[in-house]
């Protein structure tokens, strides 16, 4: 569909022009870079697009596009409208439909009422640290007549010494210092027998979680975890964080005046972090948190210190809007990193600290240990490749690995070099415990997500598209789906699998640069993006080639495509096809494609091409200070046209 830009002078949104059809896509003809059919998310009716039109909360103009987008996500109606784009804490589910957290909050205000000692323990990676932090925090700070718990150090285990689960070290070290209240978080639901050391020891037990377990731990007081069965609690993708958070909700309800006014808003910024790095769907209230926690780190005046360090680090300290994707490719990395390979108190201390020069100390340790993690990159595709041989001389048309000590953050570069290796699709799992991350990387030809689809009951989630997926299962599940994923693999090649999914037809063509970039702006409104609420898509057609494309970065594995296009840009205006589209990781599929034409590379300027895009803000500071263009125009696929 097809929907022109018209930007108004006034408040509100333009009228939305009625949507015309473009040119129909060849039935099952896939993209040369992804290997599958096109699709359009939907063809939004005029009367829907007009109803969300006067029901837009905003107070600036915006186009038809903008509208189109909210109306292809289900975005309408003025309720959804409001609450989408000024997301409140109020919109938030109320806690006290989690099974378990009434009790759970009134144990934490008797122990503060008693004075008693408490015990936090949480995990290792940026979901279990957020949530240790946020408990910390909360605990501090309840007060029930005056009386406040006599909180410990709050504990993080130590994965080289610690393992996964709950550390029964210190169940010992507590019991004997009369701890009467344990509280995990992040962890809990399957620990049955470091549970029963627990009240041996003389502790109640509260466990906030998410995993996935078979039975309810024995004598605990409490278990809060929204993917337990017979949920009745409307949204079971609540990471361990965020469970804290609830529960935190639950205590404003049940005791009001028993934390301080604005506790709930100063830590949002944790339930974020957390439920963007442990990969949550960021619709419904996770949305909230998000969007909520993303503004208080962006804000100089509620940053808290550590990460306002951490920023700094990134290089992300320049006044721009944090963003999800800063979240999980800058920031959870280097707290993950002290987890899985450095001193974890570190970034727990990071996340609590109210020091600025600490903060600063705390975030140099963290950067120093994530660069130390990228070396690991090479031990980690050493041992997969030492584990891969077997599978590989027996003929297995894939690889299915998984070991303890590989971090999830470095097994997707692991996958596809040994996708290099080996040609053919492989997957490399982080064994975390009970549950395992994985990382899956394909060959031109194969659709590892359609494949993934027919697996699709063992694995607790999954996503991705034909080259590249994520994946959660049990982890004594591995050699099950190993065989389950083999066999798929052996049957007919399933190139029919889910296509590639776009929102809206633009004709760049006829737009200028300035035009994409109030697209771009409004593009934004729509943030945070992530699981469940992905960046816009965007297809045109007919582009011809201006020149073949050009290797970008270590040995041309990017490549940076010009074009020019049919139609004229409206005067006054740079067109649009000046700026350059870069293409990610696509230089060895787009020169295998190019070696299967008759004529290579003679062919190409005679050619017209559909595309596959999206449109982004550019972060990118060259050393050289440089001016560089705002707006990045990211090549997602592209096929030949109809014409030629």
């Known amino acids: 569909m097809q929907y022109e830009l018209g930007f108004g002078e006034s408040g509100g949104v333009d009228p939305v022009p009625a949507a015309t059809a473009g040119p129909p896509a060849a039935p099952g003809r896939p993209g040369v870079l992804s290997g599958r059919a096109w699709r359009a998310a939907g063809a939004p009716e005029p009367e829907t697009l007009e109803a969300i039109s006067r029901a837009l909360p905003l107070s600036r103009p915006v186009s038809g596009h903008l509208v189109a987008l909210l109306a292809v996500r289900g975005v309408v109606g003025e309720r959804a409208l409001e609450r989408f784009f000024y997301p409140e804490i109020e919109h938030l589910h109320d806690p006290l439909l989690l099974d378990e957290i009434e009790p759970a909050a009134r144990r934490l205000l008797s122990a503060a009422a008693a004075g008693e000692k408490v015990a936090i323990h949480g995990d290792f990676d940026v979901d279990g640290l957020t949530g240790t932090a946020l408990l910390a925090e909360l605990l501090r700070a309840l007060d029930v ?11 993080v285990p130590d994965r080289a010494r610690d393992g996964y689960g709950v550390a029964r070290r210190m169940l010992e070290e507590w019991s004997a210092a009369g701890v009467g209240l344990l509280v995990t978080v992040d962890t809990g639901s399957a620990a049955h027998e470091e549970i029963a050391v627990a009240l041996a020891g003389g502790m109640d037990v509260v466990v906030l979680d998410h995993h996935l377990f078979d039975d309810r731990p024995a004598g605990v007081h409490a278990l809060v975890n929204p993917r337990r069965p017979g949920n009745r609690y409307p949204n079971a993708e609540l990471c361990g964080v965020a469970v804290a958070f609830k529960l935190a909700q639950a205590l404003a309800l049940l005791a009001p005046g028993c934390l301080p006014e604005d506790f709930l808003a100063s830590v949002q910024d944790l339930a974020a972090l957390g439920l963007i790095a442990d990969q949550m769907p960021l619709v419904d209230e996770n949305r909230v948190l998000v969007r909520r926690g993303l503004e208080r780190i962006s804000d100089r005046r509620t940053v808290r210190p550590g990460l306002r360090a951490l920023l700094e680090k990134a ?9 999800a994707t800063h979240v999980a490719y800058q920031l959870a990395p280097r707290l993950n990193a002290c987890g899985r390979i450095g001193r974890v108190q570190a970034a727990l201390d990071l996340l609590l600290t109210r020091d600025v020069d600490e903060a600063r100390a705390l975030a140099a340790e963290a950067d120093e240990t994530n660069k130390r993690r990228r070396d690991t990159d090479q031990r980690v595709m050493d041992e997969a490749v030492v584990k891969a041989l077997p599978y590989a001389e027996r003929g297995d048309p894939g690889l299915i690995l998984g070991d303890e000590g590989w971090h999830r953050g ?8 040994l996708v290099e290796r080996f040609n053919v699709p492989s997957i490399l799992f982080s064994l975390e415990g009970d549950e395992s991350r994985g990382s899956a990387r394909s060959v031109p ?7 993934l689809d027919r697996c699709a009951g063992m694995l607790v989630r999954y996503g991705g598209h034909a080259q590249a997926a994520g994946m959660t299962l049990r982890t004594r ?3 099950a789906f190993r065989a389950a994923f083999l066999a798929a ?9 889910v296509p590639e999914t776009y929102d809206l037809e633009l004709s760049m063509g006829s737009m200028t640069v300035q035009e994409v970039a109030q697209l771009n702006q409004e593009c934004a409104l729509l943030e945070p993006f992530g699981e469940g609420n992905r960046a816009p898509v ?3 057609d007919g582009l011809r080639l201006s020149a073949a494309p050009a290797p970008v970065g270590r040995g041309g594995e990017h490549l940076r495509f010009r074009f020019a296009g049919p139609g004229q840009p409206r005067a006054g205006g740079t067109p649009a096809l000046a700026l350059p589209f870069i293409s990610f990781g696509s230089g060895k599929v787009w020169h295998a494609m190019l070696g299967g034409l008759p004529d290579g590379r003679a062919a190409l300027p005679g050619r017209r091409w559909d595309i596959l895009f999206q449109i982004a803000t550019n972060n990118w500071r060259p050393s050289n200070g440089a001016t560089v263009e705002p707006v ?3 090549l997602l696929d592209i096929r030949p046209g109809d014409a030629t």
């Open 145 to 155: 007549d005056g009386r406040r718990c006599a909180l410990q150090p709050p504990f």
């Open 315 to 323: 290089g992300l300290d320049h006044g721009q809007a944090v963003t």
């Open 410 to 417: 470095v097994i997707g570069i692991s996958a596809a070099r």
């Open 445 to 451: 030809g194969v659709d590892i997500k359609a494949v």
């Open 477 to 479: 599940d591995l050699d």
């Open 489 to 497: 693999l052996r049957e007919e090649p399933a190139q029919a699998g």
């Open 538 to 540: 965007f297809r045109c």
């Open 632 to 634: 990045q125009l990211q």
